[in-house]
């Protein structure tokens, strides 16, 4: 096939890579490769070559047997000191990330020839690392051959990028974004005056060389500095965010189911309460008696005797009783909203003692005197 495949090692997945990968042309090439980005690696991680027992020696001698047997070496080691699979061509952040996303290992495949006709080892090691990945993905999937010169191709951009680029501890970091920052930040704030006189725009003072007026920049205006650097951290950590194709994106909520009452649904049954059938005569309503004038007010406050008896008939006319709705039709859900019931457990019983409150206070300040 030409693109990898899984397997099982141990009870654990392991990815297999093409049987393009299994070649003497490969396997030369990916040798030199190797031997060069573990180099790369050891100079990032202050690992001297002394400490490293593969450095020593050359790629290109041995029989075929022993530079494969070096290539494994330099991949194992590659994958167990710098969580860097090659045959991936990616740097994990650690141990369980990579065998989480990679498995155990990467095993070489073998390669087959399907025919006669085939081309030998070193034609299609040597086509694949010189032509492009240009055919669609119908022909890469129907042709194992092509699919297998696009793996190939896919695989050595990658580790040259890694190799040519710069550490990614420092891409990460945003070490080249804050020393781009600062150079920005000074020259914005350098205006020359003469051919040997510099000012200083953010306090007017003046130098003979604009390298005078970076340094005093950078160490006596701390807080431009600090806000440059701060601004340029917050682009590089959301380009790496963006860029990072197993970053953690928020699950967007499903949208809210629309609510509606059972009442405003047409072939719900609370829609239609009496179930086609007349409603019931409406009750018959109390006659209202007309306002009273101030003076037929005092008449009938005279008329009613003592202030006890006034405020037994007020208390008593100002109670109304309480017209209760209409229970609903069976089988019909009540709205919940509606009032249900009121009860004012405050309100006197009804054969709770009448008490006059003036008559008592007359009586107890008589007696105090």
């Known amino acids: 096939p030409g693109i990898s495949t899984h397997t099982t090692v141990d009870g654990m997945e392991a990815k297999v890579t093409p049987g393009i990968a299994a070649t003497e042309a490969r396997i030369t090439n990916d040798l030199a490769q190797a031997t060069t980005l573990m180099h790369q690696l050891d100079k990032e991680r202050g690992i001297p ?3 490293n027992p593969l450095s020593g020696g050359d790629s290109h ?7 494969t047997a070096r290539l494994d070496c330099i991949i194992y080691y590659l994958r167990y000191v710098h969580d860097f699979c090659y045959y991936c061509a990616e740097q994990y952040d650690g141990g369980e990330d990579m065998l989480r996303l990679c498995g155990a290992c ?3 495949g073998t390669f087959i020839v399907a025919d006669s006709e085939t081309r030998s080892d070193t034609d299609i090691a040597s086509s694949s690392s010189s032509s492009t990945s240009t055919s ?11 699919a297998a010169e696009a793996w190939v191709n896919h695989l050595d951009t990658r580790i040259q990028a890694r190799i040519n680029g710069p550490p990614v501890y420092e891409v990460f970091a945003g070490i080249q974004a ?5 150079d920005e930040v000074c020259q914005t704030h350098t205006k020359q005056i003469e051919a040997e006189k510099f000012r200083c725009a953010l306090c007017q003072k003046l130098f003979r060389s604009e390298v005078f007026v970076s340094k005093h920049i950078v160490l006596k205006h701390e807080d431009v500095i600090h806000s440059a650097k701060t601004k340029a951290l917050e682009d590089v950590y959301f380009e790496n965010y963006m860029a990072d194709p197993r970053r953690i994106t928020p699950v967007p909520l499903p949208p809210p189911l629309p609510r509606v009452a059972p009442w405003a649904d047409s072939s719900h049954p609370a829609a239609d309460p009496y179930r086609g059938h007349p409603p019931p005569p409406p009750r018959a309503a109390r006659p209202v008696s007309p306002p009273h004038s101030s ?16 405020s037994s008939h007020s208390r008593g006319s100002d109670r109304v009783a ?3 709705p209409l229970p609903p039709p069976p089988g019909v859900m009540q709205d919940p909203r509606a009032m249900r019931d009121y009860v004012d457990l405050d309100a006197p019983t009804e054969d709770a003692p009448q008490i006059d409150y003036r008559t008592a206070l007359k009586d107890y300040t008589h007696s105090s005197e």
């Open 49 to 51: 070559q002394e400490d």
């Open 322 to 324: 309480v017209r209760r």
């Open 295 to 310: 003076s037929d007010r005092a008449r009938s406050e005279r008329s009613n005797g003592s202030s006890s008896s006034r």
């Open 106 to 108: 990467h095993l070489r």
């Open 178 to 182: 804050q020393t781009q920052a600062i």
């Open 136 to 146: 669609t993905s119908d022909s890469i999937t129907t042709n194992p051959a092509k």
């Open 61 to 67: 001698e041995g029989t075929t047997t022993e530079r």
